[in-house]
Protein backbone atom coordinates (compact mmCIF):
# COMPACT_ATOMS: atom_id res chain seq x y z
CA UNK A 1 0.00 0.00 0.00
CA UNK A 2 1.18 3.18 -0.25
CA UNK A 3 1.09 3.98 3.36
CA UNK A 4 3.86 1.60 3.67
CA UNK A 5 6.24 4.00 1.11
CA UNK A 6 6.02 7.31 3.13
CA UNK A 7 5.94 9.25 6.93
CA UNK A 8 2.36 10.85 6.56
CA UNK A 9 3.27 13.49 8.66
CA UNK A 10 6.47 15.33 6.25
CA UNK A 11 4.85 18.76 5.15
CA UNK A 12 7.95 19.66 4.02
CA UNK A 13 6.61 19.95 0.15
CA UNK A 14 3.99 22.53 1.99
CA UNK A 15 3.89 26.41 3.25
CA UNK A 16 2.66 26.26 6.98
CA UNK A 17 1.58 29.64 7.75
CA UNK A 18 2.82 31.18 10.92
CA UNK A 19 -0.07 30.50 13.93
CA UNK A 20 0.71 33.10 15.73
CA UNK A 21 -2.85 35.21 15.19
CA UNK A 22 -4.95 32.17 16.15
CA UNK A 23 -6.37 30.33 18.92
CA UNK A 24 -6.94 26.92 19.30
CA UNK A 25 -8.57 24.12 21.29
CA UNK A 26 -7.44 20.80 21.67
CA UNK A 27 -9.75 17.83 22.49
CA UNK A 28 -7.91 14.72 23.68
CA UNK A 29 -9.50 10.95 24.38
CA UNK A 30 -8.45 9.68 27.15
CA UNK A 31 -9.12 5.78 26.18
CA UNK A 32 -5.77 4.10 24.41
CA UNK A 33 -3.61 6.98 26.54
CA UNK A 34 -0.42 5.74 25.11
CA UNK A 35 -1.59 6.71 21.63
CA UNK A 36 -3.22 9.69 22.45
CA UNK A 37 -1.15 11.27 24.81
CA UNK A 38 1.98 10.71 21.79
CA UNK A 39 -0.86 12.47 19.63
CA UNK A 40 -1.31 15.21 21.85
CA UNK A 41 2.61 15.66 22.27
CA UNK A 42 2.85 16.05 18.61
CA UNK A 43 0.16 18.29 17.97
CA UNK A 44 0.88 20.69 20.63
CA UNK A 45 4.52 20.52 19.71
CA UNK A 46 3.78 21.13 16.13
CA UNK A 47 1.32 24.35 16.87
CA UNK A 48 4.29 26.21 19.28
CA UNK A 49 6.68 25.04 16.40
CA UNK A 50 4.61 27.20 13.68
CA UNK A 51 4.68 30.77 16.08
CA UNK A 52 1.25 29.35 18.58
CA UNK A 53 1.67 30.68 21.41
CA UNK A 54 0.84 28.85 25.14
CA UNK A 55 -1.88 31.06 26.11
CA UNK A 56 -3.81 30.61 22.75
CA UNK A 57 -3.64 26.89 23.09
CA UNK A 58 -7.24 25.65 25.19
CA UNK A 59 -6.43 21.61 26.04
CA UNK A 60 -9.51 19.55 27.51
CA UNK A 61 -9.64 15.95 27.99
CA UNK A 62 -12.48 13.35 27.53
CA UNK A 63 -13.02 9.70 28.68
CA UNK A 64 -13.58 8.33 24.93
CA UNK A 65 -13.40 9.33 21.35
CA UNK A 66 -17.13 8.98 21.25
CA UNK A 67 -17.25 12.00 23.63
CA UNK A 68 -15.08 14.04 21.57
CA UNK A 69 -18.09 15.46 20.02
CA UNK A 70 -19.45 17.25 22.90
CA UNK A 71 -15.97 18.17 23.74
CA UNK A 72 -15.82 20.21 21.12
CA UNK A 73 -18.96 21.35 20.74
CA UNK A 74 -18.57 22.68 24.12
CA UNK A 75 -15.45 24.34 23.70
CA UNK A 76 -16.37 26.19 21.00
CA UNK A 77 -20.05 27.11 22.46
CA UNK A 78 -17.60 28.44 25.57
CA UNK A 79 -13.93 29.70 23.98
CA UNK A 80 -13.31 32.19 21.31
CA UNK A 81 -11.70 30.06 18.73
CA UNK A 82 -9.91 29.45 15.47
CA UNK A 83 -10.03 26.20 15.05
CA UNK A 84 -10.64 23.19 17.13
CA UNK A 85 -8.06 19.50 16.52
CA UNK A 86 -9.58 16.77 18.45
CA UNK A 87 -7.33 13.67 18.93
CA UNK A 88 -8.20 10.05 19.98
CA UNK A 89 -7.30 6.34 19.00
CA UNK A 90 -10.21 3.35 18.66
CA UNK A 91 -8.94 0.46 18.41
CA UNK A 92 -11.08 -2.81 16.51
CA UNK A 93 -12.32 -5.03 19.14
CA UNK A 94 -14.73 -8.81 18.87
CA UNK A 95 -17.28 -6.79 18.36
CA UNK A 96 -19.19 -4.21 15.72
CA UNK A 97 -18.46 -1.22 18.32
CA UNK A 98 -15.70 -0.25 16.71
CA UNK A 99 -17.85 0.66 13.14
CA UNK A 100 -20.42 2.46 15.10
CA UNK A 101 -17.92 4.31 16.86
CA UNK A 102 -15.64 5.14 14.47
CA UNK A 103 -18.85 6.43 12.46
CA UNK A 104 -20.70 7.89 14.91
CA UNK A 105 -17.46 10.12 15.40
CA UNK A 106 -16.44 10.88 12.27
CA UNK A 107 -19.86 11.98 11.14
CA UNK A 108 -20.31 13.94 14.58
CA UNK A 109 -17.19 15.91 14.41
CA UNK A 110 -17.83 17.16 10.98
CA UNK A 111 -21.16 18.53 12.39
CA UNK A 112 -19.60 20.15 15.06
CA UNK A 113 -17.58 22.40 12.77
CA UNK A 114 -21.00 23.01 10.11
CA UNK A 115 -23.04 23.97 13.75
CA UNK A 116 -19.77 26.61 15.07
CA UNK A 117 -19.14 27.58 11.12
CA UNK A 118 -15.42 26.47 12.36
CA UNK A 119 -12.37 24.39 11.55
CA UNK A 120 -12.94 20.80 13.46
CA UNK A 121 -9.97 19.00 12.91
CA UNK A 122 -10.89 14.50 13.08
CA UNK A 123 -7.35 13.13 14.18
CA UNK A 124 -8.73 10.34 15.76
CA UNK A 125 -6.92 7.23 14.54
CA UNK A 126 -8.78 3.87 13.51
CA UNK A 127 -6.71 1.03 13.64
CA UNK A 128 -7.26 -2.82 13.49
CA UNK A 129 -4.32 -3.21 16.24
CA UNK A 130 -2.52 -1.14 18.36
CA UNK A 131 0.32 -1.69 16.48
CA UNK A 132 -0.75 0.69 13.20
CA UNK A 133 -1.77 3.21 16.02
CA UNK A 134 1.55 3.66 17.68
CA UNK A 135 3.18 3.86 14.07
CA UNK A 136 1.23 6.72 13.57
CA UNK A 137 1.72 8.67 16.93
CA UNK A 138 5.25 9.11 16.34
CA UNK A 139 6.40 5.69 14.93
CA UNK A 140 7.11 4.87 11.00
CA UNK A 141 4.29 6.39 9.60
CA UNK A 142 4.85 9.74 11.55
CA UNK A 143 2.28 11.64 14.27
CA UNK A 144 -1.43 12.28 13.51
CA UNK A 145 -1.41 14.55 15.56
CA UNK A 146 1.41 16.83 13.79
CA UNK A 147 -1.50 16.26 10.79
CA UNK A 148 -3.94 17.67 12.65
CA UNK A 149 -2.14 20.73 14.23
CA UNK A 150 -1.13 21.81 10.83
CA UNK A 151 -4.21 21.08 9.27
CA UNK A 152 -5.65 23.35 11.91
CA UNK A 153 -3.15 26.43 11.28
CA UNK A 154 -3.43 25.87 7.51
CA UNK A 155 -7.92 26.37 7.84
CA UNK A 156 -7.12 29.20 10.25
CA UNK A 157 -5.27 31.16 8.05
CA UNK A 158 -7.48 30.33 5.01
CA UNK A 159 -10.68 31.37 7.36
CA UNK A 160 -9.33 34.35 8.23
CA UNK A 161 -8.64 35.26 4.28
CA UNK A 162 -12.35 34.71 3.51
N1 LIG B 1 -13.19 1.18 22.36
C1 LIG B 1 -12.79 2.50 22.32
C2 LIG B 1 -13.56 3.53 22.85
N2 LIG B 1 -14.76 3.27 23.42
C3 LIG B 1 -15.41 4.21 24.33
C4 LIG B 1 -16.24 5.26 23.59
O1 LIG B 1 -15.41 6.21 22.91
C5 LIG B 1 -17.11 6.04 24.60
O2 LIG B 1 -16.26 6.63 25.58
C6 LIG B 1 -18.11 5.11 25.29
O3 LIG B 1 -18.87 4.45 24.30
C7 LIG B 1 -19.05 5.90 26.23
O4 LIG B 1 -19.74 6.90 25.51
N3 LIG B 1 -13.15 4.82 22.76
C8 LIG B 1 -11.94 5.13 22.17
O5 LIG B 1 -11.56 6.31 22.09
N4 LIG B 1 -11.17 4.12 21.65
C9 LIG B 1 -11.56 2.82 21.70
O6 LIG B 1 -10.81 1.91 21.20
C1 LIG C 1 -13.85 0.25 19.63
C2 LIG C 1 -14.32 -0.40 20.89
O1 LIG C 1 -15.23 0.08 21.57
C3 LIG C 1 -13.73 -1.72 21.20
O2 LIG C 1 -12.39 -1.51 21.61
C4 LIG C 1 -14.49 -2.46 22.26
O3 LIG C 1 -14.02 -3.79 22.19
P1 LIG C 1 -15.09 -4.99 21.94
O4 LIG C 1 -15.62 -4.80 20.51
O5 LIG C 1 -14.25 -6.27 22.06
O6 LIG C 1 -16.16 -4.87 22.99
Sequence with gaps: MATNLKNLSDFSHTTVPSGKPYKFGI??????????????RGAY??????????????????AGSFELIAGADLMLSNKELDAVITLGCVI???????????????????NV???????????????DNQEQALDRAGGKHGNKGDEAAITAIKMAAFTSNL
Design 27 to 40: VVAAWNAEVTGALY
Design 45 to 62: DSLIKHGVTEENITSVEV
Design 92 to 110: QGETRHFDFICNAVANGIA
Design 113 to 127: GIKHTKPVIFGVLTT
